[in-house]
């Protein structure tokens, strides 16, 4: 199993461990990822979950950790997204696109979660729109049909967990060809969001020159990642809760160090895992509102400075 695979397995595990899924959909999820269940069961052990005979039933999660059904976002009102499709290295690609109002102060590439190219995602581009940036939100699953044409999540999960993390790249760098055809002239930057800030890494260290910011929210450091070949101004985003995560920063800071690039890590107290997602179940407005705020400002000095 690749670190990225693994992963992805241990999303699935963490989500059961923290009551946002039962055990039976946490397995036959983990199955689609290709674990048997012996396998499966120790995972989920190993991420916290409670054991099926467990005479204490698992407690909820806090009320106050989920958010209402309509919960505000960060940021401002989104601009609309339409559809697009664009070349790729192998056939059209998919993604939503949208184009800031004026003269665009960069271009920015939009990498989303584990779950595929959603509505969330689709609405931090509008979002980075209107700031200004023209933004596309990638469909990494465009060689399966796209994220909508796999259905449930476990199908998606599993057919991320299955393709290379060159052919990753090669589609991103594809997206950030399409934008400067959209905005010419303009720098490009990028941002994902769990998987997605792991592809973010992952674009970073595959000697792609174009980047002139990276912003990698709470996304996990492939193994060797070597920033030689880029320029790009780094901000990691993390949350102090996310211990998963959290245990491949001090590697993204020897990196960064070594490469010479001008970058930052920022932890955010008491956030935890996905908590810039509003629609989700661990979603912290505060911590949400001043990592964009963060976002924003990056991208003012490197992209739009």
Not at 28 to 45: I, N, T
Not at 256 to 283: I, K
Request: net charge negative.
């Amino acid at each position: 199993m690749t670190p990225f695979q693994r992963y992805l397995a241990e999303e699935v595990a963490e989500d059961h461990a923290d009551g946002l899924i039962p055990r039976r959909e946490a397995l036959s999820r983990l199955a689609l990822l290709g674990l048997g269940l012996p396998a499966a069961a120790a995972l989920l052990a190993a991420c916290g979950a409670p054991e099926e005979n467990a005479a204490t039933p698992p407690s909820a999660p806090p009320a106050a950790s989920t958010p209402p059904v309509a919960a505000s976002p960060a940021g401002p009102a989104p601009l609309p997204t339409e559809e697009i499709t664009f070349p790729g290295p192998e056939g059209r690609l998919m993604g939503a696109f949208a184009s800031a109002a004026a003269e665009p102060r960069g271009a920015v590439l939009v990498v989303h979660e584990n779950r595929g190219l959603n509505d969330h995602t689709r609405s931090v581009a509008g979002r980075l729109a209107a700031e200004g940036y023209s933004a596309l939100a990638i469909d990494l699953l465009s060689r399966e049909g796209g994220t909508t044409a796999l259905g449930e999540s476990g199908q998606v999960s599993a057919a991320l967990s299955a393709a290379a993390p060159e052919r990753f790249a090669a589609d991103m760098k594809a997206g950030l060809d399409e934008l400067e055809r959209r905005a010419p002239g303009a720098k490009l930057g990028a941002v994902g969001f769990c998987f997605g800030g792991g592809m973010v890494w992952l674009l970073l260290s595959s000697g792609e020159s174009r980047l002139a910011a990276g912003v990698p929210f709470y996304g996990p450091l492939p193994d060797g990642a070597d920033f030689a070949g880029t320029e790009a101004a780094v901000l990691g985003i993390y949350g102090e809760d996310d211990a998963r995560v959290n245990a491949t920063r001090d590697a993204a800071k020897a990196a960064l160090d070594r490469a010479g690039l001008t970058s930052e890590l920022v932890t955010y107290p008491g956030a935890g895992h996905a908590f810039f997602n509003e629609t989700g179940a661990r979603y912290n407005p505060q911590a949400a509102g001043e990592a964009y705020q963060k976002l924003t400002e990056w991208f003012g000095e490197h992209l739009a400075g």
